[in-house]
């Protein structure tokens, strides 16, 4: 039988605990497990390379995402560290330009150090991205919504081009969650997640998942997991199931929330520009203000937390040039799109008129300021 998305939260990877009956896949607290004979198992044999709490998380992010193999990481970086993983030098990567400070720090600090290269457009035109492959192209790596500008790209149109060319299409879906979109479905070949943001949407686990429907690559993915050992215990584990059984509730409320908070935005007179494609529960803005102005802005918020990540219930805040994207250069950033005085917001699950009036006390603030400036 084909379950719908609620159900498949709650139940896929979830069977309940055989010998006590428990409803909640237990924490199997353990980093070895008994062997019938030397290298025959049970189905266990040591955690690093399968355990039965993380098996669970496992078949239930595949599940989510429409797929056949999910293998879950430790935190989104060393999620996308195990995709990177299948380049060899002399590789080529085309990529979005708009994307997460931390992808684009592991590809232009780390694996471009192995003689991989990597190109950046803008994938919002899928003919740009077309144009940017090569014979040595290996991915295609895309980040939609983006961040922090949340742009959008059409993955189908992308995936295609790039299927053409034998290239593999990677898509990292934080922002939109399998709750909003999933990227398999129109083509993609492999899907990336923090899950330490909406999936867990707690703050209180780190995680990351790669998904994918392709035996060979899963194949591949799942040695360099279990080579690497960059695994989450169990714990974390626990924990990003418990959150998923709420992701859609959350998903929904959280987008209806920033859909008001975009729209009181945009008529604000000290709010310079707002970036939001219409869905999801990630609102960027600009002041219209310098730096200072804007610093101070960050400090007047009372319900807002300044933090770094996202998706959690609780409404988070950062200042993309100094905290998630401090590590792209300043010329870098500029050419994209992310001003010095850009703000992201994460919207949790306070009441939206209670976060909008403490935007509003922070923007009246800020207006004052310029005006005896």
């Not at 098996?55 to 293998?71: D, I, K, S």
């Given at each position: 039988?084909?379950?719908?998305?609620?159900?498949?939260a709650i139940?896929?990877?979830?069977?309940?605990?055989?010998?006590?009956?428990a409803?909640?896949?237990?924490?199997?607290?353990?980093s070895t497990?008994?062997?019938?004979?030397?290298?025959?198992?049970?189905?266990?044999?040591?955690a690093?390379?399968?355990?039965?709490?993380?098996?669970?998380?496992?078949?239930?992010?595949?599940?989510?995402?429409?797929a056949?193999?999910?293998?879950a990481?430790?935190?989104?970086?060393?999620?996308?560290?195990?995709?990177?993983?299948?380049?060899?030098?002399?590789?080529?990567?085309v990529?979005?330009?708009?994307?997460?400070?931390g992808?684009?720090?592991?590809?232009?600090?780390?694996?471009?150090?192995f003689?991989?290269?990597?190109?950046?457009?803008?994938?919002g035109d899928?003919?740009?991205?077309?144009?940017?492959?090569?014979?040595?192209t290996?991915?295609?790596?895309?980040?939609?919504?983006?961040?922090?500008?949340?742009?959008?790209?059409?993955?189908?149109?992308?995936?295609?081009?790039?299927?053409r060319?034998?290239?593999?299409?990677?898509?990292?879906?934080?922002?939109?969650?399998?709750?909003l979109?999933?990227?398999l479905?129109?083509?993609?070949?492999?899907?990336v997640?923090?899950?330490?943001k909406?999936?867990?949407?707690h703050?209180d686990?780190?995680g990351?998942?790669?998904?994918?429907?392709?035996?060979?690559?899963?194949?591949?993915?799942?040695?360099?997991?279990n080579?690497?050992?960059?695994?989450?215990?169990?714990?974390?584990?626990?924990?990003?199931?418990?959150?998923?059984?709420?992701?859609?509730?959350r998903?929904?409320?959280?987008s209806?929330?920033?859909?008001?908070?975009?729209?009181?935005?945009?008529?604000?007179?000290?709010?310079?520009?707002?970036h939001?494609?219409?869905?999801?529960?990630?609102?960027?803005?600009?002041?219209?203000?310098?730096?200072?102005?804007?610093?101070?802005?960050?400090?007047?918020?009372?319900?807002?937390?300044?933090?770094?990540?996202?998706g959690?219930v609780?409404?988070?805040?950062?200042?993309?040039?100094?905290?998630?994207?401090?590590?792209?250069?300043?010329e870098?950033?500029?050419?994209?799109?992310?001003?010095?005085?850009?703000?992201?917001?994460?919207?949790?699950?306070?009441?939206?008129?209670?976060?909008?009036?403490?935007?509003?006390?922070?923007?009246?603030?800020?207006?004052?300021?310029?005006?005896?400036?």
């Amino acid at each position: 039988m084909s379950y719908r998305f609620e159900t498949l939260a709650i139940h896929a990877g979830h069977n309940d605990d055989d010998p006590t009956g428990a409803v909640t896949t237990p924490v199997y607290q353990s980093s070895t497990f008994r062997q019938q004979e030397p290298g025959v198992t049970s189905g266990f044999g040591y955690a690093r390379t399968d355990h039965p709490t993380r098996r669970a998380l496992e078949e239930n992010l595949a599940a989510l995402e429409g797929a056949r193999y999910g293998l879950a990481f430790a935190s989104g970086m060393a999620a996308i560290h195990n995709v990177l993983s299948i380049l060899r030098s002399g590789d080529h990567v085309v990529s979005t330009q708009d994307l997460y400070g931390g992808a684009w720090r592991i590809f232009t600090k780390y694996f471009a150090k192995f003689g991989i290269e990597f190109t950046f457009v803008d994938a919002g035109d899928a003919n740009a991205a077309g144009e940017a492959l090569r014979p040595e192209t290996k991915l295609l790596w895309l980040e939609t919504p983006s961040n922090p500008l949340l742009k959008l790209t059409d993955i189908a149109a992308c995936a295609a081009l790039a299927k053409r060319r034998g290239v593999v299409t990677v898509v990292d879906n934080t922002f939109a969650t399998p709750v909003l979109q999933q990227p398999l479905a129109l083509g993609a070949d492999i899907v990336v997640l923090s899950t330490t943001k909406f999936i867990n949407g707690h703050s209180d686990a780190l995680g990351g998942a790669v998904i994918t429907n392709d035996e060979a690559l899963f194949a591949e993915l799942k040695f360099f997991q279990n080579a690497v050992g960059a695994v989450p215990g169990p714990q974390d584990c626990f924990l990003i199931q418990r959150g998923i059984r709420t992701l859609a509730l959350r998903v929904e409320r959280q987008s209806a929330s920033a859909e008001r908070v975009a729209r009181y935005l945009r008529q604000h007179e000290a709010v310079a520009r707002v970036h939001y494609p219409g869905f999801g529960a990630i609102v960027s803005f600009e002041l219209d203000a310098d730096v200072e102005t804007t610093r101070e802005f960050t400090k007047s918020l009372k319900l807002w937390t300044l933090a770094e990540s996202l998706g959690s219930v609780k409404s988070l805040f950062c200042h993309p040039p100094t905290m998630t994207h401090a590590s792209v250069e300043p010329e870098v950033r500029r050419r994209v799109g992310i001003a010095d005085g850009l703000l992201r917001l994460s919207i949790g699950l306070e009441h939206v008129d209670d976060l909008i009036d403490d935007l509003e006390q922070g923007l009246a603030s800020v207006t004052l300021e310029e005006k005896s400036a």
